[in-house]
């Protein structure tokens, strides 16, 4: 295994998994500005990293991530506006803007609290799986704030408007089992078993061509905020850049090796990317 260290973030890169690991457990990995920049350079470096085919967002120790951290990111800044700033930026651009649009699949592992501004990260990426006992929770309101960060937006898209209201004005947390009832991460099952679940969806996410996923989950994205002219334009201009540019040739070949080889069936798994 492949790993790197930065001042507060680890990477671990092992069979094209990139785990990207929060690393500030005696803080239940708050967001403190360091992690922000930190978190940045790596997601940088793994975009166009070549062995990266997934990248796994976790957390050392017990927490995924309690939020912002409350003295580096909030009390420490607020009498300097320049860093202020720049660790805003960061803070947006790896949480929000950078993981909604990485160009490879992303995995939310949700191993433990997850609170606040976690919320943001943890949306952007494609997928979540969550251990059961995994604790949620908008914690903003039993502090004075409301989620700000994205995090009210973000929820917009991923909660239902009675879910978002009760958690956002209650503050309440809940857990990894309610989680995927209510839909905000994609399953949860036991922490013992939650590694080897990771590992198995990625697993699955390598066998697709590469071009086609990153195709799909920006056409996918960026749909939800067009109207249907502007969604049939994306989609045409995007599917004759992915035909050009697809170094695997995906198309051709899923269409051969079903209508003249007879060799698979798309409705029933892939194409075999190595004929
Ligand atoms: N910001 C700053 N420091 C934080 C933090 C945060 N968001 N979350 C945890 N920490 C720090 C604590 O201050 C403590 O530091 P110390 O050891 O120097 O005193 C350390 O991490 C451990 O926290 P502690 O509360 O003792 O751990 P716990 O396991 O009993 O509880 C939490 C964990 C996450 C439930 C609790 O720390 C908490 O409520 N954190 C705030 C969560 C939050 O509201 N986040 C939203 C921010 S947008």
Request: proline residues 4%; glycine residues 6%.
């Amino acid at each position: 295994m492949e790993t790197k260290s930065y001042a507060t973030v680890k990477v671990e890169k092992e069979d094209g998994i990139s785990w990207a690991i929060l690393n500030r457990p005696e803080k239940r990995n708050a967001m403190s500005p360091q992690l922000h920049y930190d978190m940045l350079e790596a997601l940088t470096e793994l975009e166009s990293d070549k062995e990266t085919r997934v990248v796994v967002i976790t957390g050392a120790g017990e927490s995924w991530c309690a939020g912002q951290d409350l003295k580096e990111y909030f009390r420490a800044l607020e009498k300097n506006p320049a860093e202020k700033r720049k660790a805003g930026w960061a803070s947006q651009e790896w949480r929000w803007r950078k993981l909604y649009t990485f160009p490879k699949p992303t995995i939310a592992m949700v191993n433990g609290f997850c609170f606040g501004g976690a919320f943001t990260p943890l949306i952007a990426c494609d997928f979540a799986i969550a251990a059961d006992e995994a604790i949620f929770g908008l914690s903003e309101i039993n502090w004075g704030i409301f989620p700000g960060g994205l995090v009210s937006r973000v929820l917009a898209e991923s909660m239902t408007y009675r879910d978002a209201m009760y958690y956002i004005m209650t503050g309440d947390s809940f857990d990894g089992k309610k989680a995927a009832e209510m839909r905000l991460v994609t399953y949860s099952v036991p922490k013992a078993k939650l590694r080897e679940e990771t590992i198995k969806l990625a697993n699955k996410l390598k066998q697709k061509n590469p071009a086609a996923l990153k195709a799909a989950k920006e056409v996918y994205k960026a749909c939800k905020t067009m109207d249907y002219w502007q969604a049939e334009e994306l989609m045409s201009a995007k599917s004759a850049a992915l035909a050009a540019n697809d170094p695997e040739r995906g198309r051709e070949k899923g269409m051969k090796q079903f209508l003249d080889d007879k060799t698979y069936r798309p409705g029933l798994g892939h194409y075999d990317r190595n004929k």
